[in-house]
C-alpha cells in the first residue's frame, strides 16, 4: 500500500465503501492505463478499435462503482432528485475521456479525503468556469448536508460561483475573495483548519473545500507557497484545494494536474498512482484526450442549492430542549432577576431576562410570525428554571381563540404548569384591565411591606417573605386599546403605574402583538419603560426608526434587543442587539406535554390556573357557590348572576340581605335578560335557608312558559304561586315575606300599578324580607319610580344585557359606559360608576363551554371572590 493510500484509509476508516470503491476504481484505472499503453498513441487511432471499445467499456462499469450518482454521472444524467451518497466521494468527474470519438468513458480524479487538483487556466477560460461549476456541484450533491464546507476565492469576474449565493446563507460557501485582502483572509482560515484539524489528531468532523477561481492581482510567490503549504498538510486536516490558474512547471503537493488544450484536456498522473502502465515513465498521465465536464444547468445547481439550505435548516433547528437548564429544573433563585435561554445566536445561547434593568418586554411580530412560538419557548425555559415559589406567571390574550393551552389543563391532560395563577385567553378588555388592577394591588402591598420594613429593597425583603418574581404576559395589546375610551384610560393608568413600579418589586410586564403595540410615540415615558424589544418577522415597529436589522426575518428568528429598539452603525457588532433563532414549541408536542407534566408532578402544593376563556359560558349547576348552597352551605341569601370578567372569575353576586333596595333588575330585550331572571330565582331559591315563597308574575309574552319551568323545579322545596297583574298587586300589598318575581314590569298592564307601591316595595319590602326580581325590557319605566333625589342603587341592583350606555343615562343619572355586547352583561350594585361587567350562566343545554376550567379551580375562584 503506498503511502498515499494509507492516508486515504486512514482518513476514509469510516467511510470503508468510498474507500473499497477508490481501490476499485484505482485497479480500473491501471486497465485502463494498460490498455493506453497498448494504445499508445492517441491519435492517430490504433489499429486494435475492438479492444478500446472493450475496454472502454469496462472502465464505465468501473466508473459506475467507484463514482455513482452525482459524483461520476454524466451531467445530463443527473437530476435534483438524485441522492447524496453517505459520505465523502473519493473520486469525482472532471470530464470524459474519449480515446475514440465513439470509445468513451468518464475521467475521475481523486479529491476529497486525499487529494488536490490544479488547473494550468483559470476561470476566464469558459471550458475552466463550466467545469469549476461542475466540480462544486458535484462535490457539494454527492455529500450529505453540511459534512462539506467550502471557501472560494474569485480574483476574476468574481462571479463564477454566483449560481452558488443561497448557500452562504446556510454558512456552507461565503461569498467569494475577490481580492488579495480577502484571499489571504481565506488562507489564514484554512490554514488555521489545518492547524486546528492537525492537532486534534482526529481530524475534523467536516471537510473544507478551498476552490480558487482565478489567483487575484498581486498574488505573490509567498502567496502561492502558502497554498502550496496547505495542499502538503490539507488532506490529513481534512482540507483539499482545487486551484485553477495555478502556474505549469510548480506541480502542487498532493494534486492531480489539468492541462487545459485547444480542444481537450489532458490529465496527469493522480499522486502516488500512475494511470500509466506499471513501470512506465513519468510524466504519464491518462493516455487519452478528456473533454471537460461543461456548465451545469443553472435550474440544477438552484434545486440542489435549495435542498442543501433546506437540510441545514432543519438540521441545524433548534428544539425546545435545547432552552431547557443543564443543571435540572428549578435550581434557580430569582431573588437578583430572572434569566432563561431564548434561542441561539452563531450558535451561541442567548439569555434574556427580567432585571432592574430590563423590568419589561415588548414583542412585536405580524401574524404567523411565531409570536406565540417565542413566548412559549420563552416561558417554559423561565418555567423550568424557577419553582413557584420564585416565579409566578399571569397570561392573557385578547384575540379569539384558545391560547396558552399548553399551560393549562385540558379535558385530555388534567396536569398544568404550576407557575401559572391565573390566564384569560380571548380575554375581555375588562379582563386586562383587572389584572393590571391585581398587579397594582399586589405592588401597593409589597411598597408596603417595604415601607415597613425601613425601606428595605426587593432583594432584601425576600429574605424573611415569600415573594416571587410576577411576570404577566398579554399578548395582542393593541386590541385593549381598540377604542381609546374610558376603560383603556383606565388601563393605560394601570399599566404605567405597574411598568414604573414593578421593576423595584419584582413585577414585570410583557406585551406582545402586532406593530408598535399602541401604547405612544417614542417620547412617550410608557415605551420608555420597556427597555427590552423583541421583534418577530414584522415587527419593525418595536425597534427604533433607524433600525433596519429586523427587515426579511425569517420565521424562527427575532431581533432581541435590550436598549429599547437602539440601532448603531450598520455591520457594527451591537452588545445590545441580537439576531436569534429560536425553537418551535408545538413541532413536538409529545415533548411540551412530557415537559408539562415533568413541572406539574414537582408541584407541590400549587393549586390549578384561574382560567378564564372569553368564548365559554360559565353554569350555574358548576359555581362554587351555587353548589355551597346546594349542599347546605349557603352564605346568605342572595342571588347570583355570573362569573365576572376578572382575574378571579368571581361569582357575581347580588346579596339580598334586610337593607333598603336589596331588589334585582334586570334591564334589556334579548333572551339574555330573561335568562337572567330565571338564573337570578333558581340561585335565590338555592340560597334560601328555609322554604320561601316565591310569586311568579309571567306578564310579558312567551315568559308563561320559562316561569312554569321554574315553577315545576321550585315546588319541591318552596311554596310557590303563578299569578297574574291582580294577584302580582295583592302580593305586593301583603307584607308576607318572600320573592315577587315579575317578567315584564314594562307591559302595559304592570304600568298601570302605582308607582308608589313598586316604590315601596322596593325600599321597604327587603327590610321584612320582601325583595322585587323583576325584568323590564326598556329603562323608562324603572326610572319613573326613582324619587327626586334619583339614585337608582336605593332602590334595586340593576343588571343590563342588550341597552347601550347611552340610553341608561336617566337610569342612573350620569354619563354611563356599556356597549352590549353577546354573552355579556353588567351589574349596578350600589354606587360603584363602572358596573362590573360578567359573562351570564349559560342554560345548561346551551353551554358551549369549550374549556371548562377544573373545578377545584373554580372552588378557589369563587373562595377568593366570597
Ligand atoms: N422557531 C420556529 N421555526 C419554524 N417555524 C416556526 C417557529 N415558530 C413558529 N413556527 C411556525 O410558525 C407558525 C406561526 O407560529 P405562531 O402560532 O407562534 O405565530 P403567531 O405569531 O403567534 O401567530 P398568530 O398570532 O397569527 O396566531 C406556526 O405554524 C409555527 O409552527
Known amino acids: 500500500m503506498s503511502a498515499s493510500e494509507r492516508e486515504v484509509d486512514a482518513v476514509a476508516t469510516p467511510k470503508a465503501r468510498a474507500g473499497r470503491a477508490a ?46 450518482g452525482w459524483a461520476g454521472g454524466s451531467l445530463e444524467s443527473l437530476t435534483a432528485t438524485t441522492p447524496p451518497g453517505d459520505g465523502l466521494p473519493p473520486l469525482v468527474r472532471v470530464g470524459t475521456a474519449a480515446p475514440l470519438d465513439d470509445a468513451r468513458f468518464p475521467a475521475l480524479v481523486p479529491l476529497l479525503g486525499s487529494c488536490h487538483v490544479t488547473l494550468d487556466a483559470d476561470a476566464s477560460d469558459a471550458r475552466v468556469a463550466g467545469l469549476l461549476r461542475a466540480l462544486l456541484l458535484r462535490v457539494f450533491a454527492a455529500t450529505p448536508a453540511g459534512a462539506l464546507l467550502a471557501r472560494a476565492v474569485d480574483g476574476g469576474s468574481g462571479e463564477t460561483f454566483a449560481g452558488y449565493a443561497p448557500l452562504a446563507d446556510a454558512g456552507l460557501l461565503p461569498p467569494p475573495a475577490t481580492d488579495l485582502t480577502g484571499m489571504r483572509a481565506v488562507l489564514a482560515e484554512a490554514e488555521q483548519w489545518v492547524a486546528a484539524g492537525t492537532a486534534r489528531q482526529r481530524g475534523h468532523d467536516r471537510t473544507l473545500l478551498l476552490v480558487v477561481a482565478a489567483l487575484p492581482d498581486g498574488t505573490t ?43 481537450y484536456a489532458l490529465v496527469a498522473d493522480p499522486p502516488g498512482v500512475g ?51 443543564a443543571d435540572g429544573f428549578w435550581a ?24 432592574e434593568l430590563t423590568p419589561h418586554w415588548l414583542v412585536s411580530g405580524r401574524g404567523q410570525a411565531g409570536r406565540s412560538a417565542f413566548l412559549t419557548a420563552a416561558l417554559f425555559g423561565l418555567a423550568a428554571r424557577y419553582g413557584p415559589d420564585e416565579l409566578v406567571l399571569y397570561l392573557a390574550d385578547l384575540a379569539d381563540g384558545e391560547s396558552f393551552v399548553e399551560f393549562l389543563q385540558t379535558e385530555r391532560d388534567r396536569s398544568w404548569v404550576p407557575q401559572v395563577r391565573a390566564a384569560g385567553m380571548a380575554a375581555d378588555r375588562e379582563y386586562v384591565a383587572d389584572l393590571f388592577g391585581e398587579l397594582e394591588a399586589e405592588l401597593r402591598r409589597r411598597e408596603e411591606a417595604s415601607r415597613r420594613a425601613g425601606g428595605q429593597r426587593y432583594a432584601e425583603l425576600r429574605q424573611h417573605q415569600p415573594l416571587p418574581r410576577i411576570v ?27 411598568a414604573r413600579a414593578g421593576r423595584s418589586y419584582g413585577i414585570h410586564l410583557v406585551l406582545a402583538g402586532e406593530g408598535d403595540l399602541g401604547i405612544g410615540g417614542p ?60 425553537p418551535d414549541p408545538y413541532e413536538d408536542p409529545d415533548f411540551l406535554a412530557g415537559l408539562r407534566r415533568r413541572l406539574w408532578e414537582a408541584r407541590g402544593e400549587s393549586a390549578p390556573p384561574v382560567v378564564f376563556a372569553g368564548f365559554a359560558r360559565p353554569l350555574l349547576a358548576n359555581d362554587p357557590r351555587h353548589r355551597a348552597a346546594l349542599a347546605g352551605r349557603a352564605h346568605a341569601p342572595a342571588v347570583l348572576l355570573g362569573r365576572a370578567v376578572d ?17 334585582l333588575a334586570v334591564l334589556g330585550r334579548d333572551e339574555e335578560a330573561e335568562r337572567l331572571l330565571v338564573t337570578a330565582v333558581r340561585s335565590a331559591a338555592a340560597a334560601h335557608p328555609a322554604a320561601a315563597r316565591f310569586v311568579l308574575a309571567p306578564l310579558a309574552n312567551g315568559s308563561a312558559e320559562p316561569a312554569g319551568v321554574l315553577a315545576a323545579e321550585l315546588a319541591g322545596r318552596h311554596r310557590v ?47 321584612t324580607g320582601r325583595h322585587l326580581l323583576g325584568w323590564w325590557r326598556t329603562p323608562a319605566p324603572l326610572a319613573g319610580l326613582l324619587g327626586p333625589e334619583g339614585e337608582v342603587d336605593k332602590l334595586t341592583a340593576v343588571a343590563v344585557t342588550d341597552v347601550p350606555g347611552g340610553r341608561l343615562e336617566q337610569l342612573f343619572d350620569r354619563p354611563v359606559w356599556w356597549r352590549p355586547q353577546p354573552g355579556r352583561a353588567v351589574l349596578w350594585d350600589g354606587p360603584d360608576e363602572q358596573g362590573t361587567v360578567f359573562v351570564p350562566f349559560g342554560a345548561a343545554e346551551t353551554a358551549t363551554a369549550r374549556i371548562e376550567p377544573d373545578p377545584r379551580a373554580t372552588d378557589r375562584a369563587g373562595e377568593g371572590a366570597a
Not at 381598540?482 to 383603556?488: F, I, K, N, T, V
Not at 382575574?647 to 331588589?663: E, H, I, K
Request: charged content about 25%; proline content about 10%.
Open 332 to 355: 434557580a433563585g430569582s431573588a437578583d432577576g430572572l434569566s432563561t435561554t431564548v434561542g441561539d445566536a452563531a450558535g451561541r445561547p442567548v439569555s434574556l431576562g427580567f432585571t
Open 721 to 767: 304561586e303563578t299569578v297574574d297583574v291582580a294577584g302580582l298587586r295583592t302580593a305586593m300589598e301583603s307584607d308576607e315575606p318572600g320573592y315577587l318575581v315579575v317578567f315584564g314590569l314594562d307591559v302595559p298592564d304592570a304600568t298601570e300599578l302605582p308607582p308608589d307601591l313598586l316604590r315601596t316595595l322596593l325600599l321597604e319590602g327587603p327590610p
Open 472 to 498: 404577566c404576559v398579554v399578548d395582542n395589546f393593541p386590541l385593549a386599546l381598540r377604542e381609546r375610551d374610558r376603560l383603556a384610560a383606565d388601563l393605560l393608568a394601570r399599566l404605567d403605574a405597574v
Open 221 to 263: 510567490t509567498a502567496d502561492l507557497d502558502r497554498l502550496a503549504g496547505l495542499a502538503e498538510g490539507g488532506p490529513r486536516a481534512g482540507l483539499h484545494l482545487v486551484l485553477a490558474g495555478w502556474p505549469d512547471g510548480s506541480p502542487l503537493p498532493r494534486a492531480t494536474a489539468v492541462t487545459v488544450r485547444t480542444a
Open 275 to 325: 494511470f500509466g502502465s506499471p513501470g512506465a515513465e513519468p510524466p504519464g498521465g491518462l493516455n487519452s484526450p478528456v473533454f471537460l465536464d461543461e456548465d451545469p444547468p443553472a435550474d440544477l445547481v438552484a434545486e440542489v442549492c435549495a435542498r442543501l439550505v433546506r437540510q441545514i435548516e432543519d438540521g441545524s433547528r433548534l428544539s425546545l430542549g435545547d432552552l431547557l437548564p
Open 23 to 68: 481501490a476499485l476504481h484505482r485497479r480500473a484505472e491501471a486497465a485502463a492505463t494498460a490498455a493506453a499503453g497498448i494504445l499508445d498513441e492517441i491519435r492517430p487511432a490504433p489499429a486494435d478499435h475492438h479492444r478500446q471499445y472493450e475496454l472502454a467499456e469496462r472502465l464505465r462499469t468501473a466508473a459506475d462503482v467507484a463514482a455513482p
Open 647 to 663: 382575574v378571579r372569575r368571581s361569582t357575581v353576586t347580588v346579596p339580598l340581605g334586610p337593607g333598603a333596595g336589596r331588589n
Open 523 to 582: 417620547r412617550d415615558p410608557l415605551l420608555g419603560r420597556f427597555p427590552v424589544r423583541v421583534a418577530l418577522p414584522g415587527g419593525s415597529a418595536v425597534l427604533e426608526p433607524a433600525n433596519d436589522s429586523a427587515a426579511g426575518l425569517p420565521v424562527g428568528s427575532a431581533v432581541v434587543n435590550t436598549a429599547g429598539g437602539l440601532g448603531g452603525p450598520r455591520g457594527a457588532t451591537r452588545g445590545h442587539e441580537r439576531m436569534i433563532r429560536f
